[in-house]
């Protein structure tokens, strides 16, 4: 096998996929992502001791997503004998390999395989943490979360309500799935299904956008908050996004939002992976307009979501386009945008755009149409600071 | 799901290439290659499969029905007779049987409270307080329980008070569910039954992770004496793909817990011709390895022996799940919001009711040991009565919790979003205070606060 493997791996490295939409010779704003490069990812140990929310003085080491998945999960089971890891082939490392090494480490009793059933996972785990236990439960694919859907809405999240003064919950809770397009995920391996769960109070609902975020805010969704968390983790970034992330045990929290980039006439909020092409846009429009900045804000948690951060910084800027990859209909954009409409009415100079996924299904051919872009990221921000 | 599979895989595969690249070669214990002229399988789905040229298909209606394990017959004997008697003391059965009445009582005042508009809802046991508390006996205070909501019996016969279920069925202040759940979806915390939730089966994938983590909990504390789950559905709930996702589920991981089926012959309407096709529950329990008994569910020792029983094996071998198939007859309707006359002939109930019932077949056996008469049956039912009717008229005058029970506990903390609906909803009471009867909840509108 090795032989023939090589050059498939030569190939996957190349940046021209021929089955996917590759760039125009004449692009400026849909170009790739340069993860290398973008302001977004800490590309320098410096850059993250300078933040408050990590550790002082804390060493880091290069991480890509899944790295970071993994440096989560590791801290996390040696952290406490609570901890389980279990989904379907999790064992052997997973499928994205976010549990590398996690059995041989902790033990086939903590870090196992279940059948192929997303409804017995989500079942398994909820009582799990029923009992006190912390589990953190994957669901291969978003896509497939839809089996569990009753699992979670009807009972995860209404755990500790139901109960009430037995005080039993299932707090310790987190259901991890992989999220978002790969450029040639077609229907089913593409999914971004948060704002489905975004309308069921009792989860929480959180999205990280980097290896360092993503590390504090899976410690803080195990340890740090006694709800359930569905944890989505964009799929894109697993290997694109490496930055540095610190090597001991840090969190972020969750419902907190974090302004990303400072900036005065316009406020763009996302979550995920469309922050990279929100950055790229903000760096075009800010050389093509001379003197304009741009506000960018990751939501980090979807639901329940920190209103404040983004009223404040819309209050301030008078304008605000909401941004994300799943459809537009009823999606966290509508949320955000009613909330911004409700609660800075007066200061709004512009109507609050939504930039999202169009109205359906993520077809294998027509991904690069159907979900945001750089450019039409960049024309969102042009009416609305023309308006 | 093959479909699904293949996508998986191929998408995977593309994926994970890269890494896979380059690890040493790896012989795994599924791929052991089949001995020349062997004459049974090594597929690894199917290692101890004997070859055979002879086509046949297994047809399930050849195959002989489980059999149904019972102790005593329709008159309180022992069906053997040269098996010892039972192995419980006279006060023990004795406890039995009045929790199983006081059931029965409670069911019968509440029906009818429901039917004179003073409760919402209200569901029965009637014919299955035999299953209940026979089974409950079995466990020790530390076991934990998952439930349908036709399981008043081991509520009961775990130490849920009369003032609990009444405070639980008219959602008052002193109901541990703070008023939110519709009534008989109890709850407690110890013994421990979790509160019962309406939709079907999600209790059983939940009781075998709830099993797990008692396991892991008891090896990783072993001076305490190891724990089981016990988790109750009705035959029409083993339709649902939890069910099968739980049995897979415990016995793939080895779950210590006891599944117990309450096969009453109805699911609503629908008699279990339109359930299912095969032998009852109990034969696809084998189907998942799990280790599995029928038993006749009007026989309170039957059912507590089998439980007893299935807590052995369950906690044997590092723990493993275990089936009980309990057969009994729906006596009355499925709810208050049922009439089942609309769907069975009345004849036939009025035939189960004559024939066969757990409490009469337990009480015959009271009465032949000498334990039990007629005037002690008479007083008792009185005193019952008398204890459901107080306790019903002290829940039912009980203030309801405050309205801030309708938003707490949906986190552990109020959201800062909820607090700003709070205090709409306050805004919206004051300013039209003649739209809204606050007058049952705890502290009115201030409850808010």
Redesign the interface.
Known sequence: MAPLRAPLRCFAQTPRRFYSGAPTPSAKLNLPIDYKSTPILHHASSSLSNMPEFPAAATTKRLNYFQAINSALRTALSTSEKVLLFGEDVAFGGVFRCSMDLQTEFGSDRVFNTPLTEQGIAGFAIGAAAEGMKPVAEIQFADYVFPAFDQIVNEAAKFRYREGGTGINVGGLVIRMPCGAVGHGALYHSQSPESLFAHVPGVRVVMPRSPSQAKGLLLASIFEHNDPVIFMEPKILYRAAVEHVPNEYYTIPLSKAEVIKPGKDLTMISYGQPLYMCSSAISAIEKTMPGVSVELIDLRTIYPWDRQTVLESVRKTGRAIVVHESMINYGVGAEVASTIQEGAFLRLEAPVKRVAGWSTHTGLSYEQFILPDVARIYDAIKQTLEY | ?SM??L??RG??R?????????SPARRWSSSISQRPGSDSVRFPGAVNSRFTTDMTFLKASDLPAIPTYRVLDSDGELVDKTRPAPDVTDEEVLTWYKNMLSVSVMDVVMFEAQRQGRLSFYMVSAGEEGITVGSAAALTPDD?V?AQYREAGVFQQRGFTLKNFMSQLFANCN????G??MPV?Y???YP?M??I?S?LA?Q???????????K??D??NPTKDPRI?ACYFGEGAASE??F???L??AA??SCPVVFLCRNNGYAISTPTLEQYRGDGIASRGVGYGIDTIRVDGNDVFAVHEAMKEARRLALSDGGRPVLIEAMSYRVSHHSTSDDSFAYRARVEVEDWKRRDNPIIRLRKWLENQGLWNEDMEKETRDEMRKAVLKEFGEAEREKKPPLR?AFR????EI???QREQMSELKRILETYPDEYDLRPYQDGAKGLE
């Open positions: 799901m699904k599979l996508a998986r998408l995977v593309s994926q994970i290439a890269a890494t896979t690249y380059g934990v998952f109901d541990t569910g703070r939110r759940n979806h709850g407690q915390n421990r979790h509160t939730s939709p999600t059983i994938p939940q009781a075998a992770g709830a099993a797990y983590a008692l892991l909990q090896m990783q789950v793909g939890d099968h996702a739980a897979n589920i793939t991981r029970e506990d949906v986190y552990e959201t800062e979003e």
